[in-house]
């Protein structure tokens, strides 16, 4: 089993639409971290979260520690918004990322 | 542009050869992460330097070595190379071990 994994692993939307991705983990965590990967490959950190809610631009990430779980907000999604969403955790004492599969989005005009 | 780099951008080798991935951190930034990316495993930590020393491991195979100079810049290298090399290869920097990361534009290897 994943100890990190995303729902969904795929989501189409129509442009001005409000979009969820989940994140939940299995093991303790010291944060929670939400990149962005565009199709060219390069990788965009989002945010970085050990509790509660960070906001940016139209980006909002959640996370609960009692529950494990983080979600990422895209409020009046648009084209551009269309990449690959990565959650990733520090477990524990440890520095490196431990990486979900990634939520693929497309944003339709 | 996060402020890492990393050179070169694309690497086409063959089986057994050996290469040599670069990676400058951002300005400040004492740590130095490496990560693969594959199409079967995803994202994946390798290894992590802090000030010119090893700080952790993660999976990281014996055939692959890395190091930080005393100008901060690492190298990953990668030796006796298999089909199943083929990657993109990130590099990334934090000011310390438990800050917010930022990942250069990665290269692309290719073992044919």
């Known amino acids: 089993k994943n100890e990190v994994e995303q729902s969904p692993q795929n989501l189409t939307a129509q442009e001005g639409e409000f979009i969820t991705i989940n994140c939940s983990y299995s093991v303790g965590i010291s944060a929670l971290h939400w990149l962005q990967q565009h199709p060219g490959g390069g990788i965009v950190s989002l945010f970085m979260l050990s509790s509660g809610k960070k906001k940016h631009g139209r980006l909002i990430a959640t996370i609960n520690i009692q529950e494990k779980h983080s979600s990422l907000h895209i409020t009046a999604s648009h084209p551009r918004d269309s990449a690959v969403y990565i959650c990733?955790?520090?477990?524990?004492?440890?520095?490196?990322?431990?990486f979900g599969k990634g939520t693929h989005l497309i944003i339709q005009p | 542009d996060s402020g890492v780099t990393q050179t070169p951008k694309h690497l086409i080798t063959a089986t057994g050869q050996r290469v040599t991935l670069r990676c400058s951190p951002r300005s400040g930034d004492l740590s130095v992460y490496w990560y693969q990316q594959s199409l079967d495993q995803g994202l994946q930590f390798l290894i992590q330097y802090y000030n010119g020393e090893e700080r952790a491991k993660g999976n990281i195979l014996e055939r692959f070595s890395a190091q930080q100079f005393p100008d901060l810049h690492s190298e990953l290298n990668l030796s006796s190379l298999e089909l199943g090399d083929s990657a993109l290869y990130f590099c990334?920097?934090?000011?310390?071990?438990?800050?917010?990361?930022?990942f250069g534009p990665g290269t692309r290897l290719t073992v044919l």
């Open positions: 990733a955790v520090r477990i524990g004492g440890a520095d490196g990322l431990t």
């Open positions: 990334a920097s934090s000011v310390g071990g438990r800050s917010e990361q930022f």
